[in-house]
């Protein structure tokens, strides 16, 4: 029986019914987790390098979002970005500005959009959240974003 010889509505409904099939399914956000270590970069900064954490994020398309919480920090917060980069202790560049809070303990969040390279580094383990403070500006605290269940 072709399409022509349906009536109106069952035809709409089989049109209907075809196009859902066809649609292709959007993907689940992705959650992804990272605990904020201090790091310091040489023996000389080891003691302005402290404080705990923990950041959750969640990839929308080619969103973003990041939040967390921080506290113990050896001087208030000064800054804190999305980078890119490896754990060589080497800092990465800079994807994106988050908010965070002026203080030795506090909260951290923000919405980056992200390029396909950084999509790409974030499957692959590449992207973390820094902490920079005032006794530790090139970072106190690095989390490296690792998703909670696979990324394809």
């Given amino acids: 029986m072709s ?5 109106g509505p069952v035809r709409s409904a089989i049109l209907l019914v075809a196009l859902l099939i066809a649609a292709p399914v959007s993907a689940a956000d992705v959650q992804l987790r990272g605990a904020l270590d201090p790091f310091p970069h040489d023996m000389s900064t ?3 390098v402290v404080g ?3 950041v959750e994020a969640t990839l929308a398309g080619d969103r973003l979002t990041i939040s967390g919480r ?16 490896l ?6 560049p800079k994807i994106g500005d988050l908010i965070v809070t002026k203080a030795d303990a506090g909260e951290i969040s923000g919405t ?3 390029s396909p390279a950084a999509i790409a580094a974030l499957k692959n383990n590449a992207l973390y959240v820094e902490i920079d403070s005032a006794k530790a500006p090139e970072g106190n605290s690095w989390a490296w974003l690792e998703a909670q269940a696979g990324m394809s």
Avoid: E, H, T
């Fill in 3 to 7: 399409l022509r010889r349906c009536s």
């Fill in 46 to 48: 080891r003691d302005n």
């Fill in 52 to 54: 705990i954490g923990m």
């Fill in 70 to 85: 921080f506290s113990d920090l050896s001087s208030p917060a000064i800054g804190a970005q999305l980078r890119m980069g």
């Fill in 87 to 92: 754990a060589l202790g080497v800092p990465g």
């Fill in 112 to 114: 980056v959009k992200l």
